[in-house]
């Protein structure tokens, strides 16, 4: 008889800034993948009483201002340090954002902005968000399905390459490709179109410079469906300084998102722009991912009046999709190289 594993315990913050529904659904979600969840509060993370006891800590999505407010400083050595010496760290939406170096969120808006550094920097680079338009703190209604592609080794996809080159020629060629910044992919060969999440304000993952040399894209936010019907026709424009959001008949002029910048966007080895939705970091002895995206949230999470009919709809059509998503994610924190289910 083979003998019993003890469920292994993953601590979730809990506390101001962490919406209960995304603490609900990342509770159910560590348990369906053989993980013991610990709720936890800002004192708790800041009295180090469970990092002897658990193998990772989540941050949920919410909102990351009081995160920051509650555990600067202390709170945030003591994650750190839980990483660094062999611990891991998820954080969904707010909670990639607050893993990052510096945040930029709904720039330009003065009753949302939000520019800053935060203290964590597990992905040293920035996180830059809403990635699509309509994002609301009151309710729902910024919430969508999003496509989201991987590399896999060995597909090649020629069409989807040169599509990719020419819709960023025109600013590329303002910004010589350098080795700065350089980031790990797991092939060099193509982008092979996989899944659609739930995603309600999430960021795409920059890295404006900085040293990513130990960050790994592990899903970017596929371009080709830019203008479907789940993404409220946003329309990327290459190397134009705006962007154009159509809503029915009537279209406005939406504030500058600085991915359109080439300089801005990772690159692969073919020299393709890509929009990093995931991003997975190896920090220390440990490891980070940070992802502007929910796939912990599945259809029977969203199926009820508090969410839009047509995301109710899509999430049951692709729910078990988000289940590659999180297989990537959680091989890649428990240290295996991440691959394909």
Not at 27 to 45: A, E, K, R, W
Not at 60 to 85: M, Q, S, W
Not at 221 to 228: I, K, L
Not at 240 to 266: F, N
């Amino acid at each position: 008889m083979a003998p019993k594993t003890t469920p292994r315990k993953v601590a979730v913050y809990s506390d101001a800034g962490a919406s209960p529904w995304c603490v609900g659904c990342t509770c159910n979600t560590l348990t369906l993948h053989s993980y013991t969840p610990v709720t936890l509060s800002s004192d708790d993370v800041i009295s180090g009483s469970w990092v002897r006891e658990c193998v990772g800590v989540v941050f949920p999505g919410g909102a990351d201002t009081p995160y920051h407010e509650k555990l600067k400083g202390a709170g945030n050595r003591v994650i750190r340090d839980f990483v660094e010496k062999g611990g891991w760290y998820l954080g969904i939406c707010a909670g990639g954002y607050y893993g990052s170096a510096h945040i930029e969120f709904s720039k330009g808006d003065p009753g949302m902005e939000i520019v800053a550094d935060r203290e964590l920097a597990f992905f040293p680079g920035t996180a830059v968000g809403p990635r699509y338009p309509g994002y609301s703190y009151l309710d729902n209604s910024g919430e969508r399905v999003v496509k989201l592609t991987q590399h896999q080794e060995g597909v090649v996809s020629t069409q989807h390459h040169e599509e990719a080159v020419s819709a960023h020629s025109a600013v590329t060629s303002q910004h010589p490709h350098s080795t700065a910044g350089s980031v790990k992919h797991r092939s060099s060969d193509s982008l092979l179109t996989l899944c659609n999440v739930y995603y309600n304000g999430g960021c795409s993952f920059l890295p404006r410079g900085a040293d990513v040399s130990n960050c790994e894209v592990l899903w970017v936010y596929d371009t080709q469906q830019e203008t479907s019907d789940n993404c409220s026709g946003r329309e990327l424009s290459s190397g134009s300084a705006s962007q154009k959001v159509s809503d029915g008949d009537s279209e406005t002029q939406g504030p500058e998102y600085v991915w359109h910048d080439a300089k801005d966007c990772w690159r692969d080895a073919k020299d393709c722009w890509r929009d990093a939705a995931v991003v997975g970091c190896r920090v220390g002895c440990g490891r980070a991912v940070l992802s502007g995206v929910h796939p912990e949230v599945g259809y029977d999470d969203v199926n009820n009046p508090l969410h839009l009919p047509s995301v109710i709809g899509q999430m049951k059509e692709c729910d078990k999709e988000r289940q590659r998503v999180l297989g990537s994610v959680f091989r890649f924190l428990e240290g295996s190289e991440p691959h394909l289910s």
